[in-house]
């Protein structure tokens, strides 16, 4: 089974910057196939990021990037505000059981 650990996040002011770790290990997966949502409390998660696209909200101020040989992605995340509150998680798809995982995730609040 593929599993993925989350690391980074943190209490940040608004207009602050934390960058989000999510390592990959066990079996067959595409790092090229992970990516980066989030869930704001009372919301349902939402996509952030992936290789190639970014939800609006975030466009020009987060970036996603990939260390294939860490097997790691990697979400920066610069000018944050308030509304970027919420636990963010990485996905990744299981080729081994045909099934998309998800990591523990990791909270990130933005005070004002």
């Known amino acids: 089974q593929v599993r993925l650990v989350e690391s980074g996040g943190g209490l940040v002011q608004a207009g602050g910057s934390l960058r989000l770790s999510c390592a990959a290990s066990?079996?067959?997966?595409?790092?090229?196939?992970m990516g980066w949502y989030r869930q704001a409390p009372g919301k349902q998660r939402e996509f952030v990021a992936n290789?190639?696209s970014y939800t609006d909200s975030v466009k020009g101020r987060f970036t996603f990037s990939r260390d294939s040989a860490k097997n790691t992605v990697y979400l920066q995340m610069n000018s944050l505000k308030p509304e970027d509150t919420a636990v963010y998680y990485c996905?990744?798809?299981?080729?081994?059981?045909?099934?998309?995982?998800w990591g523990q995730g990791t909270q990130v609040t933005v005070s004002t």
């Open positions: 996905d990744a798809f299981d080729y081994s059981t045909d099934q998309r995982v």
């Open positions: 066990g079996s067959i997966f595409r790092i090229n196939d």
């Open positions: 290789i190639i």
